[in-house]
Each structure stands twice: as structure tokens, then as C-alpha cells.
């Protein structure tokens, strides 16, 4: 195994780790294994998906928060106030902390695969814990840097040294909190519950605390109001519950010299609450790690259900018998395998909420007020936002192994793997969203906007077929590992999700003019028919194995 800088810097903090009750050495050796699996890819079951690459690919992914981080260059940047923008800013980067801990670590923390290897070793179950989160810092670190590293020297050269020095400690105490508050939460989950219902409620979990770093994100920027182009911040005692506020303070407190009782009290939060929730964990992790083996069992047998209303939408919708098979197969598995769901379901959660929060555009409004003529139900757009990266993840399974059966079986029409999947994606997961959110925006306009409504659905079954053309490779659906997820090209996902923007800024133009509604939905009509049709038509000949591997 090679050496890697991360453990040389680890050693220096050996003495504390001992302090702590944590075998370093035993850490060390799990670290160093753990790091060496991440840089390598598991070659898939058929050599047709794409050629193995070497390498950390999420090392080489990071270069997207970089990108993201831009955003925090005016926020840094304003003269407006020390407290508005750097609460601002840190609500970004808890956001974007928070949202990697649930979609990207949660597995990794909530993994028992190593628990049959290392309980039959001289290992105590602080030291493994300890190497879990120490494993998820270290990666939550990287991403931590790439996007904090432009914003740190816009600050540098606007605000000074100072300024550089309360944000790198700030930094690192917001990083403390995100890892060990999400560690904290599934603590607490775990003691509670076990066996099928426990997994089942891990996702739920996941799903609001998506939700609610999204809409907390909203509530800080309405704890503001502003004067003459100054923010001016007035304390109600809700706010202590916003984190970000508590790390705008420090910056408050030392540079603007401000020593209100708030400041205070949100400047000694910033420390305290991190460092005491660590605390917490550290005496948590041996029950964390004993509760983790109630993953491993289950209470009750699931039975089976007849799925009749599933059979149902594939008979309505589906053309063939093939392509009816392949939705409920697809449908199934986007129901039962909890790695799609811990992927995919914080998004819909997301979907839910965003275009109310872009709805609520006026902060000195009163609610929806003045959002509740005109055109401000085309927000129900940031919904399809969630489309690339969804589509993206029908590629991947826990059960890719089994990936074999699609080549055994006698498929006779390649393309109803795809589009059988691609329907039970609208139907499953799209449509309940959907249809929630335009019962709400009904009610919020009038039932004129249904025609508008109906366009904004074709116009995501569109986006689908094209999102679909521009990421489909020989894969079938469902026959890739999840550890494959990293490598999509995050440049492609971010211009698949301006897609949506193209389809809005469309509608926006058809609504100006008489009935445009209802031209924008014939329009888009016709082509979702042609395009499913040209796409995936009844006649299309399986390719052989032998030539599907080497278009591979």
C-alpha cells in the first residue's frame, strides 16, 4: 500500500487521539486500507460499461466545488455588513457540507460490510468509529478547502489577515458540526428503532434534513432587512436555531467591533456547540457502533405485495409486454433498493420546497402575497431540476451483479429496458411530486394556470428523453455499482439542468401571447410523441453482446 500525506498529517495528532481513549495504531491500518480501496474501481461484471479508471475519482470531481464556490465571491466581497455576509456565506457552505454528508457519506457512516472483519479483531468499537468519521472528515475536509479556497483570498485581500484567520477557524469548527450533528442524528435514530424500519426511516431522515437546510438557508436571508443598501439585523430568539448566524458573529465581534448581547451569544455558540456535540459522539460511538448491527437484521419479514397499481400504470402506458416487465422491475427497485433512494430522495424533498422559496421572491411581502398574479407559478420549474441527476443514478443498483440476466435473457427490443424505466422514473417519482405541487399552486392562483401546469409536465417528459440521449451509454439500467456514481461529468449535469431554464424562458415567451398555454403544451405534446417514438420504437433490434462490447 502506498503512503499518503493525509496519515503524515494524521500522526501529528496521535497524543490527542490517545487522550481520547482511540488506538492510533489500529486507526492508522484502517485508514490506510480504507484510502487505498477509494483509490481503486472494481472492473464491472462485463467489460462493455467503460474502461476502468485510475485513481480517486472523487479527488478529481472536487474541481466542481470550485466552481460552485464563485457564487461567494460578492458575498464576501459587498461592504454590507460583517454579520449579513458571512452568515450568508457559511449558510452556503453548511448547505453544501450538509448535502454532501447525506448524499455521499451517510453509506459510509452508516456502513456494516467491515463489522465482520474487524470484530474479530483486538479493535474496541470507539477506535472503529473514531476511523469513520476521521475517514469522513478527511474527504468533507477536501471539499471543504476546494470551496473555501477562492473565497478565502478574495478575503484575504478585502478584509485582510484577520479576516483570513477567524474564517479558516470558523471553517473548521462549521465542518465539526455538520459531520458530527449528522452523526448525532442517525445516534439517535438508531436507538430508537431497528431491523427493516429503521432503513426505512434513515431515508425519511434524510429527506428532511434535506429539507430543512434548504428552507433554514431561506429564513436567514429574511432574518435580514434592508436600509439604504445596509442590512440591518434585529434578534428574535428563533435565531439561535440558524447556525449560520452564529458564524457570521465571530466576524461581527472582532473586525466591526460590535459587542451586542447577540454577537456575543451567537460568537460563544459558534465554538461551544461543535466542540460540545463532538464530545458527545466520542462517548456515543462504542452504542453508535452496536446499534449499527440492528442494520444487519430485521424484525419482521417483508411480504410480499401484488403491486396492482404498478401493473396497472404499466398497462396504460406501456406498449409491449417487454416494456411492462421492464417498469415493474424498474419501479421495484426505485422503491426497494435504499442507495437509490439515499441518492434520489433528499432531491424530491428539494423539489417539494424550492419553488416556493424562489415564489417568495419579496421578503418585506406578507407570505405568497405578492407573488400570486402574473406569472409566478413558472417557479414549479425548479422542480425539474432534480431530472439530470435522478436519470443519472437509474444506471446504478446494489444488486448490479445480477446485471447478467440482462444479457441471458431473450430481450427482443433493446430499448424497452430504457424506456420502461424512464416511465416508472415520471410516474413513481416525478408525477407525485408534481402533482402535489400544482394542487398547492392551484390553490395559491386560480385553476386558470391548469393549461401552464400541463405544459411545465410535458415539458419534463421532454427534458427526460433529452437528458436520457445525452447521458445513455451501453448500460442497462440498473447494471453498474453505485461506487461508479462519482464519475459522472459534472460539467454535462450542470448543462443537462440548464435545460430547464431553456424550457422555462420558452414558456415564459408563449404566455404573452393569446392561449399560449395552450400552444406551448400542443407543442410540446407533439414532440414528447415523436420524440418517444423515435427514440425507443417497437422495432429496435437488440445489438449482439460481442459488438456491445466493443462499443464499450
Known amino acids: 500500500m502506498g503512503e499518503f500525506q493525509t496519515l503524515k498529517l494524521l500522526a501529528k495528532l496521535r497524543w490527542l487521539f490517545s487522550r481520547l481513549g482511540i488506538d492510533y495504531r489500529a486507526m492508522e491500518i484502517i485508514l490506510r486500507m480504507k484510502f487505498t480501496m477509494d483509490g481503486r474501481r472494481t472492473p ?109 483570498i ?31 442524528l442517525y445516534l439517535l435514530v438508531l436507538r430508537f428503532l431497528d431491523g427493516e424500519r429503521l432503513k426505512d426511516i434513515i431515508n425519511y431522515v434524510q429527506i428532511l434534513l434535506s429539507v430543512a437546510v434548504v428552507v433554514g438557508y431561506q429564513v436567514l ?35 466591526a467591533g ?23 459522539y466520542l462517548k456515543g460511538m462504542p452504542s453508535f457502533e452496536r446499534n449499527l448491527e440492528k442494520l444487519m437484521s430485521s424484525t419482521a419479514e417483508r411480504k410480499p405485495k401484488k403491486n396492482r397499481l404498478n401493473r396497472t400504470w404499466a398497462f396504460l402506458l406501456c406498449r409491449t409486454e ?31 420546497v424550492f419553488p416556493f422559496l424562489f415564489l417568495w421572491n419579496d421578503p418585506g411581502a406578507s407570505g405568497f402575497a405578492a407573488d400570486r398574479t402574473g406569472n409566478g407559478y413558472l417557479t414549479v420549474y425548479f422542480s425539474n431540476f ?93 447494471s453498474r455499482s453505485f461506487e461508479f456514481a462519482h464519475e459522472a461529468n459534472g460539467a454535462k449535469m450542470f448543462g443537462l439542468g440548464l435545460i430547464t431554464g431553456g424550457f422555462a424562458l420558452v414558456h415564459l415567451v408563449f404566455v404573452m401571447i393569446p392561449f399560449g398555454n395552450y400552444l406551448y403544451a400542443g407543442v410540446l405534446a407533439v414532440a414528447v410523441f415523436i420524440g418517444w417514438r423515435g427514440m425507443f420504437p417497437v422495432a429496435e433490434k437488440r445489438k449482439h453482446p460481442a459488438k456491445q462490447a466493443e462499443a464499450g
Open 221 to 255: 436571508a429574511r432574518s435580514f432587512e434592508f436600509t439604504d443598501m445596509n442590512a440591518v439585523y434585529e434578534f428574535s430568539w428563533w435565531h439561535v436555531l440558524l447556525p449560520p448566524l452564529w458564524y457570521g458573529a465571530p466576524f461581527e465581534l472582532l473586525l
Open 322 to 352: 417487454e416494456e411492462r416487465v421492464f417498469f415493474r422491475f424498474g419501479a421495484l427497485l426505485m422503491k426497494r433498493e435504499r442507495e437509490f433512494k439515499l441518492k434520489v430522495y433528499p432531491a424530491l424533498g428539494m423539489a417539494l
Open 154 to 184: 478574495v478575503g484575504l485581500v478585502q478584509h485582510g489577515i484577520g479576516f483570513l484567520l477567524i474564517f479558516l477557524v470558523e471553517i473548521g469548527l462549521a465542518m465539526l458540526l455538520s459531520v458530527v450533528a449528522t452523526s448525532l
Open 386 to 478: 432534480i431530472i439530470p441527476n435522478a436519470l443519472l443514478m437509474l444506471k446504478f443498483s446494489e444488486g448490479y451483479k445480477g446485471s447478467w440476466l440482462f444479457r441471458a435473457a431473450p430481450v427482443r427490443h433493446e430499448g424497452a429496458a430504457y424506456s420502461g424505466a424512464l416511465k416508472a422514473f415520471i410516474v413513481l417519482l416525478y408525477l407525485p411530486v408534481f402533482l402535489l405541487l400544482s394542487a398547492v399552486f392551484i390553490w395559491l392562483f386560480s385553476p386558470e394556470i391548469i393549461p401552464g401546469l400541463i405544459a411545465v409536465f410535458l415539458s419534463a417528459v421532454l427534458q427526460v428523453l433529452l437528458t436520457h440521449h445525452f447521458i445513455r451509454d451501453e448500460t442497462y439500467p440498473f
Open 44 to 152: 464491472s461484471v462485463f467489460n462493455d460499461a467503460r474502461r476502468e479508471k485510475k485513481g480517486n475519482q472523487f479527488l478529481k470531481s472536487l474541481w466542481i466545488y470550485a466552481l460552485y464556490s464563485l457564487i461567494l465571491i460578492p458575498v464576501i466581497s459587498t461592504d454590507i455588513s460583517y454579520m449579513y455576509n458571512m452568515s450568508i456565506a457559511f449558510a452556503l457552505l453548511l448547505f453544501v457540507l450538509t448535502t454532501a454528508m447525506i448524499a455521499d457519506f451517510s453509506s459510509v457512516l452508516l456502513d456494516v460490510r467491515d463489522r465482520n472483519i474487524l470484530q474479530t479483531k483486538p479493535v474496541s468499537q470507539r477506535t472503529v468509529s473514531a476511523a469513520k468519521i476521521v475517514h469522513i472528515l478527511v474527504y468533507v475536509s477536501f471539499i471543504t478547502g476546494t470551496f473555501s479556497a477562492v473565497p478565502l
Open 258 to 280: 460590535n459587542t451586542a448581547g447577540y454577537v456575543l451569544l451567537f460568537s460563544v455558540l459558534s465554538v461551544m456547540v461543535p466542540l460540545v456535540a463532538a464530545g458527545i
